[in-house]
């Protein structure tokens, strides 16, 4: 058993903690997220210089190695600053997806230009009335001449706006919900019938509606086999929910630590608010919801290269207790700051607001917790 | 002991529900959140009612109560409640009102209470201070006599839609020397147009503005705008913070917010069958309610308390912390219930009539934004740990 992380991870993870602290403070956060992009391509330009897009890569796909430990150092420190710019989508979706299932062709096609940052990608899961269902869906893909064409709506597609490249899943076979029958394939969204509808979302990031109205694609655009995408989806969402349950660790952290800052600072009754034991107690409970969800965040990670089951049941697990966290702790927050904490103008309600919408991706804690009792005999 | 309406009070309710339907002005959006609205949406309906007579049901019949039973009141807030009516903004009505009505002389009274009813007079409220909240008797601001005048400086903040006011009640320190901090406060009516107030906006977590930081620098303010006795403001400010309370709890609305909540998870699906079908969520959701229910009984008595001649007291905390709570609970289920279209911003997008494809279903635009914009109800109005407070205090006696 060894909780430590190698020189090469701590030396990784104390340049990115520099780079946060440096280039994400608040005030520079809020002015890139209103701004007209909403992200900055040359912090992008910098985080592949620092070879952090090549980690989790098997050096043979040109990349360093690593594995989801990697990401998940990553993605505690962008939590910390609430970094917007899409690693998710593009290093551990379309990565995993490439990684796992993608031909010598397709890797080399790819990879490539997600370690060096000049291809951005986008995973377009959800559907208007799928919920958390990757097997519900109306998309489909059809088999014409030697290609594909695509059709449906995917709705929600974190990062889009940004993507040079999606990751869609569709039906080619079966109906609604059936496990079999679902395929990925890999759209480049400048294909002709891509139409995006782009917006900003409540946690500072951007997505799109993202419409496939005959979308022609080649027959090496789909990843792994025709019909048995859901089992490779599952893996590579149980990769991401894995690194999002490190980005909340890491927001819960600093959220945590600002609310106690804050308590000693703010002073009422002629004392800081942080010396009632009403205050301090709830504090403390903070405190330990974080350190549960450290806990959970190592327990889904280390499981991601066991089993199917194992591996789906320390994921919801990890879903479930850090969706609870991270309502408790922003919510704790906010109440602790006050007025304050309602206001724009504190960083704290940007983290309550990441912590929120974390609920929400790949599954929220009712999904987790029916998967989890589904896969425990239950 | 019994739930029961009686006959009058059916006809009561069916005569409510008859003027509301032919009177509630149609042009209200009923779903819009209340800093989308303009200020003429904020007050169109407390017009109709002050030409009615019935903007300010729970003041005393000599002011321009109804003199309702606290069962008509309660029906009268379950009607409204029923089409989400846009009710008159508490800060007049609920705040100021009684305080003039109970404290002030018949000049004030003549002056400030029918413009109150009317809703033609814009009201805000001048308590907190950045370095006052909960607790609000450190306040700063000070007004200082200068013959018939009093000159105040200082700055207060969380001003509710200060930036439509015409008129504002503010405390502010007469006495610096006093020897506890409650001491030494006044009460004062300003007019907002006076030379030397500045309303700053302050935006809000959910992307709106709807409260305002509030510099006063040398505003010059009659003496005659002092409420009650100089010094004694703190006694008023009590007054009616417990006042706020009892109206705080927000039953009627959170009833048709839980409504409004079944309804949304009979459309949203979870396998292909409606999400109020599933266990889990449907638990949740009846949770809210039996904690509703019990609310509003709790409620209920203290209205009835009120009728006796008791309170509102230190149990209005009560209907405050358990009104607040549920208000937030059934916004995060609300949330929960929406799935992936919670994430959405929806700020600047145009509601209806746009060309683009659209995001989610409507009822899906505003549940993000409540959602954090509620959080705000555990902190205002006394913050909930300020109550928990008064209720050692005052009622277990610890």
Redesign the interface.
Same mark, same amino acid.
């Given at each position: 058993m060894d909780f430590n992380f190698t020189d090469e991870q701590t030396m990784v993870r104390d340049s990115l903690t520099r780079l946060v602290r440096e280039k994400y403070d608040s005030d520079s956060r809020r002015a890139v997220i209103a701004s007209e992009s909403g992200w900055r391509p040359e912090i992008w330009s910098q985080l592949a210089e620092l070879g952090l897009f090549g980690m989790p890569f098997a050096e043979e796909d040109g990349g360093f190695g690593g594995g989801a430990i990697d990401s998940m150092i990553v993605m505690e420190e962008f939590g910390k600053g609430l970094v917007v710019e899409p690693y998710v989508p593009t290093v551990v979706c379309a990565g995993g997806f490439l990684k796992h299932a993608g031909t010598a062709a397709q890797k080399a096609e790819h990879i490539g230009g997600i370690v060096d940052g000049s291809r951005i990608f986008a995973f377009a899961y959800a559907e208007a009335r799928a919920r958390y269902d990757y097997a519900n869906l109306e998309s489909t893909a059809k088999k014409v001449g030697s290609g594909y064409v695509l059709n449906g709506h995917k709705t929600v597609v974190i990062g889009a706006p940004w993507a040079t490249h999606l990751i869609v899943t569709v039906r080619t076979s079966g109906s609604k919900r059936d496990r079999d029958g679902i395929s990925v394939f890999v759209v480049d969204k400048a294909s002709d019938g891509v139409v995006t509808r782009d917006y900003p979302t409540i946690d500072g990031r951007r997505a799109s509606e993202v419409f496939l109205e005959n979308v022609s694609v080649p027959a090496d655009a789909l990843v792994g086999e025709e019909g048995n995408g859901l089992a490779l989806i599952e893996l590579v969402t149980d990769e991401a929910i894995a690194a999002l349950c490190a980005e909340a660790c890491g927001a819960m952290k600093v959220a945590q630590a600002m609310t106690v800052e804050y308590s000693r600072q703010r002073k009422q009754f002629g004392v800081p608010i942080g010396s009632f034991q009403a205050l301090q107690h709830r504090m403390v409970d903070m405190f330990t919801e974080y350190e549960q969800s450290v806990s959970m965040t190592y327990l889904a990670t280390l499981k991601l290269g066991e089993g199917e089951n194992e591996r789906k049941r320390a994921v919801s697990a990890a879903k479930v207790r850090i969706g609870q966290a991270a309502h408790h702790i922003g919510q704790e927050a906010i109440q602790i700051h006050g007025g304050m904490g309602m206001t724009d103008e504190l960083a704290i309600g940007h983290y309550f607001k990441r912590l929120t919408i974390f609920d929400s991706e790949f599954g929220n804690v009712d999904h987790h917790m029916k998967r989890h009792i589904a896969l425990s005999g239950g | 002991m019994n739930l029961e309406f009686s006959a009058d009070e059916l006809a009561f309710r069916d005569e409510v529900r008859a003027f509301i339907g032919e009177n509630y002005p149609r042009d209200i959006s009923a779903s819009a959140l209340r800093d989308d609205m303009s200020p003429k949406d904020l007050v169109a309906w407390h017009k109709v009612l002050g030409a009615k007579g019935w903007s300010v049901p729970a003041w005393p019949k000599e002011y321009g109560g109804t003199d309702w039973t606290p069962t008509q009141r309660y029906i009268w807030s379950e009607e409204n409640a029923r089409i989400n009516a846009v009710m008159p903004l508490p800060f007049g009505v609920s705040m100021v009102g009684p305080v003039i009505y109970t404290f002030g002389n018949e000049a004030q009274k003549a002056q400030h209470l029918p413009g109150i009813r009317s809703g033609e007079v814009w009201w805000c409220q001048g308590y907190?201070e950045p370095? #006052?909240?909960?607790?609000l008797a450190?306040l700063q601001t000070t007004a200082v006599r200068d013959g018939d005048h009093y000159i105040i400086n200082g700055q207060k903040?969380?001003t509710t839609l200060a930036q439509y006011a015409d008129w504002g009640f503010f405390l502010c320190r007469t006495d610096p020397s006093a020897a506890k901090p409650q001491e030494g406060i006044s009460f004062i009516l300003v007019d907002m147009n006076t030379p030397g107030i500045e309303v700053r906006p302050?935006? =809000? &977590?959910d992307?709106g503005y709807e409260v305002n930081e509030t510099w006063l620098t040398d505003v010059r303010v009659p003496v005659e705008n002092l409420v009650g006795q100089e010094n004694k403001g703190w006694t008023y400010a009590k007054f009616l913070l417990a006042h706020e309370r009892s109206g705080i709890a927000g039953v009627a609305r959170s009833k048709r917010g839980v409504e409004q909540l079944r309804e949304i998870a009979k459309l949203?699906? =979870?396998?292909?069958q409606p999400?109020i079908s599933?266990f889990?969520?449907a638990s949740k959701v009846s949770q809210l309610e039996i904690d509703l229910a019990a609310l509003e009984i709790t409620e209920l008595r203290t209205l009835a308390g009120e009728q006796a001649g008791r309170g509102p007291g230190p149990e209005s905390s009560i209907l405050k912390i358990k009104g607040t709570e549920i208000q937030q609970r059934l916004t !995060?289920l609300t949330?929960?219930a929406v799935?992936?279209?919670?994430?959405?911003?929806y700020g600047g &997008?145009p509601e209806t009539g746009s060309n !683009?494809?659209p &995001?989610?279903p409507d009822y899906a635009r505003h549940s #993000? #934004?409540s959602?954090?914009n509620m959080?705000?109800t555990? &902190?205002?109005g006394g913050?909930? !740990?300020i109550q928990?407070n008064i209720i050692t205090k005052m009622i277990l006696g610890l």
């Open positions: - | 907190s370095g #006052a909240g909960s607790d450190s903040t969380w302050i935006k =809000l &977590i992307g949203e699906l =979870l396998d292909d999400l599933d889990a969520f !995060e949330l929960e799935g992936h279209y919670g994430t959405p911003f &997008i !683009e494809y &995001i989610g #993000a #934004a959602y954090l959080r705000k555990s &902190i205002y913050s909930n !740990e928990r």
